[in-house]
């Protein structure tokens, strides 16, 4: 024993590859064979040597691993409350807050839900389903997963580059959030009235001129003349709130040609919205899963808030009559363009096709019950888009109640609403810069969770790409992705910023992903399988009747593939391209914009074609070897893999006759 610790202890001085291989050396001594458990457990030495061992494995072990994972290479969500937060947070954005109210007001309020929640029904769920246990399943990445259908790998590198598109101005907006959200420390808040920064144009009451006089009319009488609404002329003007934003915020240029400088104050919003976002993903789900404690539950705290305060106010009962009230048209539901409202809200609201869904889900334990989360999930997204509406009309039917409008004078979605409409009606309320706050900490809040996913999308795939060389490098990799995306963000925070924005908006986040959605679920559904995924899925959560997946059968099969290519010709022939208000963009920028569009996409045909060069045979041979899971397609642990997936089940595979095998993946994939 002596003499195998003074060996233990001569080592300190050596590496710890040195270590080991001398510890296997000794094991093999017939001298010391009474020691080789000992030696083999490092437990015969002193406790120094044995802390020196753990303390050393400890500094080359990741720290997004911990002991209780179960996989313990990528590691896995701490516990399920961490991951429900997550995909709670990643779902609920702030198009919930700033265009499902508008929607619904827009197609006849609460008539607009039937659709909406059918919608959910017969396609959001079950696509949030379907990504959710794709990625569970193999414990991979967007584009790793697609390891089940090599042919459209391409699918996984669109799903990236979508995602990283987005997140670059995506974290312009939690910018502007975070901008409003420091102004609103002033009392009275500085776009409640016009002050030294506004021109001329300011007003906050509509003025005119009056056709016989020429005189400023306003219900005004000359002698014996009155100015009437048909004779007078109305003067644009913009309200406070508008110039604060057009003037103050953005200082805004006259179009895209015109980029003007970097406003450095919204440049230092974004510098430090993008630090606070490293610092909370800085460890992937081990840090942000304690993040979303906080920021996936605030919102609802603020919305209840402002939903208590909204109801109390006079004019409130209009706006709630005119969001799902009395004032509902139920006429609306004969018109088409409803149901595509409807569908292209459950589409997007969800982030279904980005690839977020499928990388949080890949963290998961393999036996954790995904369809009961999926459920859980998109039945709290659609019920915080309806819950958030409230606390928007509310405070809008008080607005315009002050201001003596109808509703739909002061209602708009996107950024009208947010960073304009909204704005100006909480500096009506009584202690509005508190309100203000709230409101803006909330969106800042809302959009922090979504881009929590928007990054690990992006250091998952590279991960996934080359374990053995960055899976140690996490932390590396993640400062190196926020940096490039402050950096590829700053054109959005110049003078002609607000334009580049709406671009992309536009164009990247629209149709292209009813385009990834639709190859999707065709790749998983008819080349995969849709019985071999629906046996994947037993594999995770145990059997089911057949019953059971009659629906989910019927809407993989048919019922969504159906809807999504509806939706996607009727954008397409419906389309009409982006401006920014009056403003018009030119025609190198709506090039620009198809541009952005095509390269997300193209990657499905390019990855296609080089799966196709690579492969062996004849043309037919290698289109049907590209269509069949490659070997590399199963469980990521092998306790995992059962019999479907053992490495001799894939020997006994790979003998059987080639047009059985063939035969067979076709078959797989009908009822």
Known sequence: MNAVCTVSQYTHSLKFKRFVTYTEKLQNNSLLQPHRDIIKDFKCVTFFNCFFYKGFALSQQDSHINDGDENDVRGNWTNKREYILSMIGYAVGLGNVWRFPYLTYKNGGAAFLIPYFIMLVVAGIPLFFLESSFGQFCSQGPIYAWRAVPILQGVGFSMLVVNSLVSIYYNVIIAYSLFYMFASFQSPLPWSSCLSWVDTNCNITTTGTCNIT?????????????????????????????????????????????????????????????SILAAAVIKGIKSSGKVVYFTATFPYVVILILVIRGVTLEGAADGIQFYIGSQSNFSKLAEAEVWKDAATQTFYSLSIGWGGVMTLASYNKFHNNIFLDSFVVTLANAGTSVFAGFAIFSILGHM????????????????????????????????????????????????????????????????????????????????????????????????????????????????????????????????????????????????????????????????????????????????????????????????????????????IPIVAVYKLIRAEGNALQRLQSVCRPSEEWHPYLEIHRGERYSEEHCCHKNTVNQSDADTNVISNSWL
């Open 400 to 603: 315009a109640y002050v201001y003596g409008k109808n509703i739909g004078e002061v209602a708009e979605d996107g950024f009208g609403l947010v960073f304009i409409v909204y704005p100006d009606a909480l500096s009506k309320l009584p202690i509005a810069p508190l309100w203000s706050v709230l409101f803006f900490f909330m969106l800042f809040t809302l959009g922090l969770d979504s881009q929590f996913a928007g990054i690990e999308v992006i250091t998952t795939c590279l991960i996934d790409g080359f374990p053995k060389i960055l899976q140690s490098r996490r932390t590396l990799i993640t400062l190196v992705t926020c940096v490039v995306i402050f950096l590829l963000g700053l054109p959005c925070v110049t003078q002609a910023g607000i334009y580049w924005v709406t671009l992309m908006d536009q164009f990247v986040a629209s149709w292209v992903l009813l385009v990834i959605v639709l190859v999707e679920i065709i790749g998983i559904s008819y080349i995969y399988g849709g019985n071999r995924f629906i046996e994947d899925i037993e594999m995770m959560i145990g059997n089911k009747s057949f019953s059971f997946w009659l629906w989910w059968r019927a809407c993989w099969f048919f019922i969504t593939p159906c809807l999504i290519a509806v939706v996607l010709v009727w954008s397409l022939a419906t389309f009409v391209p982006p401006s920014y208000g009056t403003v018009e963009f030119p025609a190198w920028g709506l090039a620009l914009g198809w541009c952005m569009a095509v390269f997300c996409i193209v990657w």
């Open 214 to 274: 020429s005189l400023p009319a306003a219900n005004s009488t000359r002698e014996n003349d009155t100015c009437s609404p048909s004779t007078t002329t109305v003067i644009p003007t913009q309200s406070p709130s508008e110039q604060y934003w057009d003037q103050v915020v953005l200082q805004r240029s006259s179009g895209l040609d015109e980029t003007g400088s970097i406003v450095w104050r919204l440049a230092l919003c974004l510098l430090l919205a993008m």
